[in-house]
């Protein structure tokens, strides 16, 4: 698996420096020949700028030079299993447009081996938003490698999750935690419609589509506010509302709508997203970093779920933002070492350790872009 892994990643860093002009015509994508469209407007620029990120990460923080995981920057060697699962949804970024399958699907097993030596025991995790947002990456790993393994975890996962967490407490939803049911958050319920329908997607078993609706109904109704397109972050069991926002819980609601969208072709979904967009990127025209920049990867989330609205027509000011954040992280990594700090304006001071989930989130960031150019 270790000789295995080095060979994989070795293939990683020399596709990371691929240039458009190296790459053959089948791997170029036909948006780069439109007429009058600039370099920074094409698919394939920023999918190089998400690899070349992504290299100068995996240089500086993997573990050790036979394992795929990176430390997370929290005191110790091993990641947290949000940050290694955010990470694995990175790796899909890379491989899942331009590399050949059978390489795409030999990267995909060696960290899924990693990550589950580490972590042996997924279903065990009490945080159920992670078993969830692990959930939706094991389906992308599924459709990008074609191996069935991983939509059986997903599948086991997610209706084990449906069956134990899932009640009329409070008129529905799902539990945040397995071990103390006292909080059903819009995390947890967006990123369950989120996983259901890409079970759906993956099986076309119409139960997940009816679930997904179901958890949606319940979240819009109690933490979405169409008037304003704030996504509230959710219930307490006493019925108490919380009123944070997140750039994360935006940017899922984002993607729960999109996907309920494709799914039934009900208009209401997408005027939801376009609500929740609008308030997630501001009126001002000013470049900024989605949410606060003490969120982490919540920023870089939030970018991947809102790329997938930006590609609609009508929807090129999402487009545009994404870029523009784009633009001015790139500009703003630190040239010594390729990494971007919590702030996408500036790049981190010569001595400034870099959290890496600042980093990770930046390469999410130019993987967004990339797809917004699709």
Known sequence: MMLRFLAVFFVLASLAGCKSSECTKEETPSDLVEQGKGIEDRELYWYQRGTDSTRAIWAKYRLSNDVALLADGKGGDVPSFNFATQVFSLLLDNVSTFWRM??????????????????????????????????????RASRTSGNQKYLDEARTLYDSLWLNQVDNALGGGMWHRSD???????????????????????????????????????????????????????????????????????????????????????AIYLVNAKKAADRLIGSSDSVRCAGSVAEGLSNGVAMRYLAELARRPGCEKYRDYILANARSAWTSRRLSDGLNGPDWTKPPLGGETVDPQYAVSAAMLYMSASRACR
């Open 102 to 139: 059978d390489l795409a699907a030999e990267a995909i097993d060696a960290y899924f081996g990693d990550l589950s030596s580490v972590y042996p025991d997924r279903a065990a995790n009490s945080r159920t938003d992670e078993v969830l947002k692990w959930a939706i990456v094991c389906v």
């Open 180 to 266: 103390e049911k006292t909080l059903k958050s819009a995390s947890v319920n967006l990123s369950a419609v989120v996983a259901a329908l890409n079970l759906y997607h993956a099986t076309q078993d119409v139960k997940y589509l009816l679930q997904g609706r179901r958890l949606y109904k319940w979240t819009a109704e109690r933490m979405f506010d169409p008037a304003t397109g704030a996504v509230r972050e959710g219930l307490s069991m006493d019925g108490t509302r919380s009123d944070a926002e997140s750039a994360e819980n935006a940017g899922v609601f984002i993607g729960a709508s999109m996907r309920l969208y494709r799914a039934t072709g009900s």
